[in-house]
């Protein structure tokens, strides 16, 4: 049974940081897609940051890069999302996931098998 769980969001002013984290049970962040997602009141759920085995690289979306990063630790089961200089427009829900074809890991949030339960980011 793989298990996602998400921990580190909260409140913080403009301009400072959060780490995310998300800790896989019967899953190991080495295979086929693994990102982050957000979604803010009214808005529809869009990609932050994600990365496949498939590939080298790790895509951000265009209002995040520069500023997040994902990374995972030596034994891939943990995920995180280092998010500096927050805006305001950064407030939302913030999702971890996992699973997929890894394909299209950033654009495509159908594929992923797995997801976290979810961690609220607020700037103010």
């Known amino acids: 049974h793989v298990q996602l769980v998400e921990s580190g969001g909260g409140s913080v002013q403009t301009g400072g940081s959060l780490r995310l984290s998300c800790a896989a049970s019967?899953?190991?962040?080495?295979?086929?897609?693994m990102g982050w997602f957000r979604q803010a009141p009214g808005a529809e759920r869009e990609g932050v940051a994600a990365?496949?085995?498939?590939?080298?690289?790790?895509n951000y979306a265009a209002s995040v890069k520069g500023r997040f990063t994902l990374s995972t630790d030596y034994t891939k089961t943990t995920m995180y999302l280092q998010m500096n200089n927050l805006k305001p427009e950064d407030t939302a829900s913030y999702y971890c996931a996992a699973g997929g074809s890894g394909f299209n890991c950033l654009t495509s949030a159908r594929q992923y098998n797995y997801w976290g339960q979810g961690t609220q980011v607020t700037v103010s």
């Open positions: 990365a496949s085995f498939r590939l080298p690289t790790t």
């Open positions: 019967g899953y190991t962040y080495s295979s086929t897609c």
